[in-house]
């Protein structure tokens, strides 16, 4: 199986006077023109991202609905020559901008759970931060999907913003959510085949630890296999800052079971300033714009799964 993460940046499908558009790889904070052209050649270098990776299986972050996904999969990934993804899912959750995780499949699912309305009290979680108290714990959602033997998380943390401290307090909550919720299905957690990815929004492994409750041996980080300095996959918009928010991490049985994999970025949809020591880019791609999204994306095989 070939596995892919991708943060594609504010998706979303407009339809004006009976037209149909999705909106371009920019924030809401977009200082740039509003120029429809750059939007629609964004959202064809994010299909040839997921065409060039050519994953069975993609988790997205920020995408605005199933009605978005599957105008995305049928009028611009599939003329890039993309084998189908038949199997789509865009659950709503709780991003105040509308802005959910997703996953396109080749396989099949045989289950899928939304942990959107989760709160502290229904995991059992002691002494959360005030913000998620008594509220959803998840700012998103952490989506279950079961393909198999294989039970995937696809999350999208809390963001560092605006206030570093707090949102850092969120994450760690929820992120003990997330173990909270792979151990409730696995009674061995160390021994089930679990893959917990997408945009866990902490730069590095020691920015805060919020992210202890899935380290420490719970999981494993297939990043932390790669050589210091290669494993970013973000660029702060001022490019004084690269991390790696988007992650990776098997449960302890599937990590024995592939100690050689290797995750890969594939940066050729980033803008050239943060792509600089990147290598090759797609030829559409500008500075900062158009561009795929202000992500890398991240892949692995995992062949015999």
């Known amino acids: 199986m070939r596995l892919a993460t991708f943060n594609v940046q504010n998706m979303r499908l407009r339809r004006t006077a009976g037209r149909a ?8 904070d977009w200082q740039g023109p509003d120029d429809t052209a750059l ?9 040839e991202v997921i065409h060039a990776i ?5 988790a997205l972050q920020e995408v605005f609905d199933r009605e ?5 999969h049928d009028s611009v990934l599939l003329p890039t020559g993309t084998a189908p993804y038949p199997h789509r899912i865009c659950l709503k959750g709780n991003d105040g901008h509308g802005l959910n995780v997703a996953l396109m499949s080749r396989r099949a699912p045989d289950a899928v759970t939304s942990h959107a309305e989760a709160t502290a009290a229904s ?4 002494d959360p931060p005030g913000e998620v108290a008594r509220g959803p714990l998840f700012r998103r959602d952490c989506l279950a999907v ?3 033997a294989l039970s995937l998380y696809v999350c ?8 570093r401290k707090r949102a850092r307090a969120i994450r760690r909550a929820e992120a003990e959510g997330v173990r909270r919720i792979v151990e409730r299905a696995h009674p061995a957690p160390a021994e089930a085949e679990w893959i917990v990815l997408g945009d866990l929004n902490e730069a590095a492994p020691h920015a805060g630890d ?3 409750p899935l380290r420490g041996g719970f999981a494993v980080d297939l990043m932390a296999r790669l050589p210091p300095g290669e494993d970013w996959t973000f660029r702060t918009p001022d490019g004084a800052a690269q991390g790696r928010p988007d992650a990776i991490l098997l449960s302890p049985a599937l990590a024995r079971r592939f100690p050689d994999a290797l995750p890969r970025i594939f940066r050729a949809g980033m803008d050239p300033d943060a792509a600089a020591r990147a290598g090759p880019r797609f030829r559409a791609v500008g500075a900062p714009r158009p561009h795929a999204s202000d992500h890398a994306a991240v892949w692995v095989d995992l062949d015999g799964l």
């Open 21 to 28: 558009r999705l909106d371009g790889a920019r924030d809401r």
């Open 54 to 58: 050519d994953a069975d299986v993609v």
């Open 68 to 72: 978005t996904l599957d105008w995305f």
């Open 210 to 212: 919020a992210l202890a």
């Open 146 to 148: 079961r393909i198999g």
């Open 39 to 47: 939007d629609r050649i964004d959202r064809r270098l994010t299909a």
């Open 123 to 126: 995991l059992g979680l002691a």
């Open 156 to 163: 999208h943390l809390k963001a560092p913003w605006p206030d």
